[in-house]
């Protein structure tokens, strides 16, 4: 009894570690809140898994929801609620006017045919020129919906974010990896993960605030499923991450540590045990 108790915790376990890798592809490229690792979690689950038979999903919301951890914006923790929207609205029209087909264009492009058994040096160069490739689509005057729906603005001086003036940076494109997963029932499903962020850096003290878009692309069709994205001027943009700075600055001073904004050349001399404080 003992042992197969202890077969089926181990099985269990090995399930539940695939699921939190494989939402790893689901979060914005910054900033990631425990809200939005569990919608990444049903979201990534339900793209394989599309019926929870053995109640995995209904787990991990019960887990995060007795733990207090809740995702803002949510109605109410059903599945349907925590699933990311597949298309953003904004993008339709854009669709609808004949765009539809830029982004099976893009991919068409790429070269995606990176495995565990690849060169290192070879997929590394061929990462690097896929980057290239699609920051050079995006920043295409034809392709500009797509950067509106993703949440980036056209790099620029004199930006006003809130209450901050400063410089919008270009774009950077920092991952394009493909992925390919098999479901239980023995399906294989193939995607693409594109990470894209954006800086803004202020006038007054030099401080960056990032911004970013994580696209996930379905390889059936090479079109995009989920445009997972934190607005630089959104709710959780530039303004709430000068906010949450302040909060940890005063929590620092509370407890007599230092305390180094992301970019200050003094984080690496950072007290260790202050980010393990809550």
């Known amino acids: 009894m003992a042992i197969r108790l202890a077969q089926e915790a181990a099985t269990v376990a090995d399930q539940v570690l695939n699921i939190c890798i494989r939402a790893l592809d689901y979060v914005p490229p910054v900033d990631i809140t425990f809200g939005e690792y569990l919608r990444a979690l049903i979201t990534a689950d339900r793209d394989l898994v599309p019926d929870d038979e053995r109640g995995y999903r209904v787990a991990f919301i019960a887990a995060f929801r007795d733990r207090g951890i809740f995702p803002k914006h949510v109605r109410?923790?059903?599945e349907d609620s925590l699933v990311w929207l597949e298309q953003p609205i904004d993008l339709q029209p854009s669709i609808d006017r004949g765009l539809g087909s830029a982004f099976p264009k893009l991919v068409d492009k790429l070269s995606l045919d990176w495995n565990l058994n690849s060169d290192r040096k070879k997929a590394y160069d061929t990462s690097r020129i896929n980057r290239r490739k699609v920051r050079d689509w995006m920043v295409d005057p034809d392709h500009k919906p797509f950067l509106d729906a993703m949440g980036f603005d056209t790099?620029?001086?004199?930006v006003t974010i809130g209450t901050m003036t400063g410089e919008l940076r270009p774009i950077e494109v920092h991952s394009v990896r493909p992925t390919r997963r098999t479901a239980p029932d023995g399906t294989s499903h193939a995607w693409l993960i594109i990470e894209i962020t954006q800086?803004?850096?202020t006038d007054v003290g030099g401080e960056h605030y990032r911004g970013?878009?994580?696209v996930v692309i379905d390889l059936n069709t090479?079109?995009?499923k989920y445009f997972i994205r934190k607005r630089l001027k959104g709710p959780y943009g530039a303004e709430a991450q000068k906010a949450a700075r302040a909060v940890a600055e005063m929590k620092a001073a509370e407890r007599g540590?230092?305390?180094f904004p992301?970019?200050?050349p003094l984080a690496n001399h950072e007290t260790f045990a202050l980010l393990h404080r809550s």
């Open 76 to 78: 109410h923790l059903a």
């Open 155 to 158: 790099a620029a001086k004199d």
């Open 199 to 201: 800086t803004f850096r």
């Open 212 to 214: 970013g878009c994580t």
């Open 222 to 224: 090479n079109r995009p």
């Open 257 to 259: 540590v230092p305390y």
């Open 262 to 264: 992301p970019g200050d």
